[in-house]
């Protein structure tokens, strides 16, 4: 599975992004996807994830009710809206894909497939 992330960019604190990760290479809806960050100086985090289906979603406690996760297996591909950003989103932002497995997934080390990063910075 060929992942390539986009929409990453600078915003103020407050503002919004939206990243899509767009899947290619193999059959989409057979795999959960997530979203990680990685900050500078930081280890690579979980952020959200989604099931093959898209019936299932799953958020880090710091970004819930500010973040979506949502698919669409038609067009191959998976987006996060990020709202209410805070200077503290700033970080990298990668895709990952692993084969579907009816289980939430939330560790780095799950997943199979990695997109290049999109960098998100947000200003104060």
């Known amino acids: 599975v060929q992942l390539v992330e986009s929409g990453g960019g600078l915003v103020q604190a407050g503002g919004s992004l939206r990243l899509s990760c767009a899947a290619s290479?193999?059959?989409?809806?057979?795999?959960?996807m997530g979203w990680f960050r990685q900050a500078p100086g930081k280890e690579r985090e979980f952020v959200a994830a989604?099931?093959?289906?898209?019936?299932?979603?799953s958020y880090v406690e710091s970004v819930k009710g500010r973040f979506t996760i949502s698919r669409d297996n038609a067009k191959n591909t998976v987006t996060l809206q990020m709202n209410s950003l805070k200077v503290e989103d700033t970080a990298v932002y990668y895709c990952?894909?692993?084969?579907?497995?009816?289980?939430?997934?939330?560790?780095?080390?799950?997943?199979?497939?990695w997109g290049q990063g999109t960098q998100v910075t947000v200003s104060s």
């Open positions: 290479g193999q059959t989409f809806s057979n795999y959960d």
């Open positions: 989604i099931s093959s289906s898209g019936s299932r979603t």
């Open positions: 990952a894909a692993a084969p579907a497995s009816g289980r939430g997934r939330y560790t780095d080390r799950e997943y199979n497939y």
